[in-house]
C-alpha cells in the first residue's frame, strides 16, 4: 500500500509541478504579449518624442513627452518579468522622460511644471538600480540626461 501511494504522491507531485511551470510560462508569455504589444507603440512614442524634444518647440516636445510618459507606465505595470525587461530600465526611461520634460518646461519659463518634472524623475531615479546611487539629485540627473542625449544625437545622425 505504501508503495502504491508513495507512486501516487510522486506523480501527484510532478503533476503540481508541472502545472506550477505552466502557469509561471503563462505568466512569462502574458509579459512577452504586453511588452511585443505596447513595444512598436512604444518604440513609435520615443523617437517621436525624441525628434521633438530635440527639433521642434519646447511646446510641441512637451506635447510628445507626455504622450510617451503613459506608454511607459503601462508597460511598467504590465511587465513583471526581468527576463523581459526590467522595472529598473522602465523606471530610468521615465526618469529621462521627466528631466527632459523639466527641461522643456523651463525654457518656456513654466518653473512650477519644471519643479514637479523634478520631482518625478528623482522618483523614478531611486528605482533604476545600478544608476540610482549616482542619480541622487536633479543636477545629476540633468547632467546624466544631456551625456545621453548626446550620444543618441551621434549615435542617429538622421534626427
Avoid at 32 to 52: D, I, K, T
Avoid at 132 to 149: A, R
Wanted: net charge positive.
Amino acid at each position: 500500500m505504501f508503495a502504491i501511494g508513495g507512486v501516487g504522491g510522486f506523480y501527484i507531485g510532478k503533476s503540481v509541478g508541472f502545472w506550477e511551470n505552466f502557469r509561471q510560462s503563462s505568466k512569462y508569455q502574458h509579459d512577452l504579449e504586453a511588452y511585443l504589444l505596447h513595444g512598436e507603440v512604444l518604440m513609435a512614442h520615443s523617437e517621436r518624442a525624441f525628434n521633438a524634444y530635440i527639433k521642434e518647440k519646447p511646446e510641441i516636445g512637451i506635447w510628445a513627452l507626455k504622450g510617451l510618459i503613459p506608454e511607459l507606465q503601462i508597460l511598467s505595470t504590465e511587465s513583471t518579468n526581468k527576463t523581459i525587461i526590467s522595472q529598473e530600465d522602465i523606471s530610468l526611461d521615465l526618469t529621462l522622460a521627466y528631466a527632459r520634460l523639466s527641461k522643456l518646461y523651463s525654457k518656456i519659463g513654466d518653473q512650477i511644471n519644471a519643479n514637479v518634472c523634478h520631482e518625478k524623475a528623482l522618483h523614478y531615479a531611486s528605482k533604476t538600480g545600478k544608476y540610482s546611487s549616482k542619480l541622487t539629485n536633479i543636477s545629476e540627473i540633468m547632467d546624466f540626461t544631456e551625456k545621453i542625449d548626446k550620444r543618441m544625437l551621434k549615435e542617429n545622425k538622421k534626427i
